[in-house]
């Protein structure tokens, strides 16, 4: 057995070494480098690091994180250079890693029976919102949100939904589709266009570190 305080004293003194070891080699990050890598992840993604202060996390645990991650790398990788020649390449000769495919914005009700359906295309037929309909009737946990499902490429969809999606209009609500033994109507909120991610500032420094992590 694996006890937490235990895990915890390993982590900590884990972290440390590779924080002294940084330092011993002269490529540990300053404590404003720290602070501007934390700035930039938070800008990035303000969601996830709302999620982790709601968890009990602090402002220092998040800089202690980023100077352990920030020193772990500078030592995998010191001596490691990578032109923006380099960067560029790789970003030209792996293209498809940076699209991002047409996708459809998806509400779903599933149910499980005849007469369930029935519930639902009456309620349709009246006008209700597709969203009370399947918080209200849908046996699918997305009817905790309304029966939001998410986006989806149509790579990402079975044959038999991908089929009657891309059938169906923008905000328009689908026929049934039959899914292992149940049957679900989908509503495509929104159609969103095929995206090419370009290689701004942040992308080719994403880029540079994942080339100089591997060659580390």
């Known amino acids: 057995q694996i006890y937490p305080g235990y895990l915890t004293l390993r982590f900590m003194i884990e972290e440390e070494l590779v924080v002294q070891l940084a330092q011993s080699q002269g490529v540990?990050?300053?404590?404003?480098?720290?602070?501007?890598?934390?700035?930039?992840?938070?800008?990035?993604?303000?969601?996830?690091?709302?999620?982790?202060?709601?968890?009990?996390?602090?402002?220092?645990?998040?800089?202690?994180s980023v100077q352990v991650d920030m020193c772990e790398f500078r030592v995998l990788t010191k001596?490691?250079?990578?032109t923006d020649f380099e960067v560029e390449k790789y970003y030209a000769e792996n293209s498809r890693r940076f699209r991002i495919p047409k996708r459809y914005q998806l509400r779903m009700v599933r149910v499980k029976t005849d007469d369930a359906k029935k519930q639902v295309d009456e309620a349709l037929n009246r006008g209700e919102k597709f969203e009370e309909v399947a918080g209200r009737l849908s046996n699918d946990v997305s009817r905790l949100d309304g029966g939001r499902i998410g986006a989806f490429s149509e790579e990402d969809m079975v044959p038999a939904t991908r089929t009657i999606v891309v059938a169906t209009s923008k905000g328009k609500v689908t026929s049934w589709v039959e899914q292992n033994a149940q049957f679900a109507r989908f509503l495509v909120e929104d159609i969103l266009a095929e995206k090419i991610i370009p290689l701004d500032a942040g992308l080719k420094k994403a880029i540079r570190e994942q080339l100089m992590s591997e060659r580390g």
């Open 79 to 82: 001596g490691i250079t990578v």
């Open 28 to 64: 540990a990050p300053t404590d404003e480098e720290v602070a501007a890598e934390l700035k930039s992840r938070m800008d990035a993604k303000p969601e996830s690091y709302q999620a982790l202060v709601q968890l009990g996390m602090t402002e220092a645990d998040f800089l202690r």
